[in-house]
């Protein structure tokens, strides 16, 4: 960061902690329905995390300075789970803030970040609840909001079963 070795070194951290555990989106939430029951949507960013150490979260809201950390709690559907600590941000400028930051040192969730830092970038109203929107301006959003959906999507889940193939160690040295 700029001759800043130290601020170099917490935003790499971090950034690993973000491929990992953090999530760049670009959320879509129905408007009320305009006077001819025509529904919009609008778009909004969102950049997060979740962890079940609550003090990484409070040093992550303490590093960025904003956004919201929160305690959600344990799923009532996983009882004997640990609770979930949440970190936040999600308007415009505090997701661009949080995203210039973290860029450079972002490996596997960099394209989710660049798409989000478009959307905030391009559009000033991205938090603006519309009840009728340009609809180029509701295409072009809606497009980048399923490029992150699709980059975010979740397939199937790893396994440790042995499959007969090749070891992981082999296959990174291919």
Same mark, same amino acid.
């Given at each position: ?19 990992? $555990?953090? !999530?760049?989106? #670009?959320?879509r939430?129905? !408007?009320?329905?305009?006077? =001819?029951? @025509?529904?919009? *949507?609008? @778009?909004?960013?969102?950049?997060? #995390? ?5 003090? +990484?979260?409070?040093?992550? @809201? ?7 950390? *929160? /305690? $959600?709690?344990? /799923?009532? =559907? /996983? ?13 415009? #400028?505090?997701c661009?803030? +949080? #995203? $210039?930051?973290? %860029?450079?040192y ?6 989710? &970040?660049?798409?989000? %830092? ?12 519309? *009840?009728?929107?340009?609809p180029?301006? %509701?295409?072009? /959003? ?10 975010? &999507?979740?397939? &199937? ?7 007969? @193939?090749?070891?992981a160690?082999? !296959?990174?040295?291919?």
């Amino acid at each position: 960061m700029d001759g800043n070795p130290q601020e170099a070194l917490v935003m790499s951290y971090l950034a690993g902690i973000f491929d990992g $555990e953090g !999530s760049f989106c #670009i959320c879509r939430q129905p !408007s009320k329905k305009s006077v =001819d029951g @025509h529904e919009n *949507y609008y @778009h909004h960013p969102l950049v997060r #995390i979740g962890m079940t150490d609550g003090n +990484v979260i409070k040093w992550i @809201h303490e590093i960025f300075n904003c956004g919201k950390y *929160y /305690r $959600e709690g344990v /799923r009532k =559907d /996983r009882p004997t789970y640990k609770i979930m600590y949440r970190w936040n941000a999600r308007t415009r #400028i505090e997701c661009i803030e +949080v #995203i $210039e930051r973290l %860029l450079p040192y972002l490996k596997v969730k960099k394209q989710q &970040a660049l798409l989000v %830092l478009k959307f905030c970038k391009e559009w000033k109203d991205a938090n603006v609840r519309c *009840y009728r929107q340009d609809p180029e301006i %509701l295409q072009a /959003r809606e497009e980048l909001f399923q490029k992150v959906k699709q980059l975010n &999507a979740t397939g &199937a889940p790893a396994t440790t079963e042995y499959s007969g @193939h090749e070891s992981a160690s082999d !296959s990174l040295d291919s």
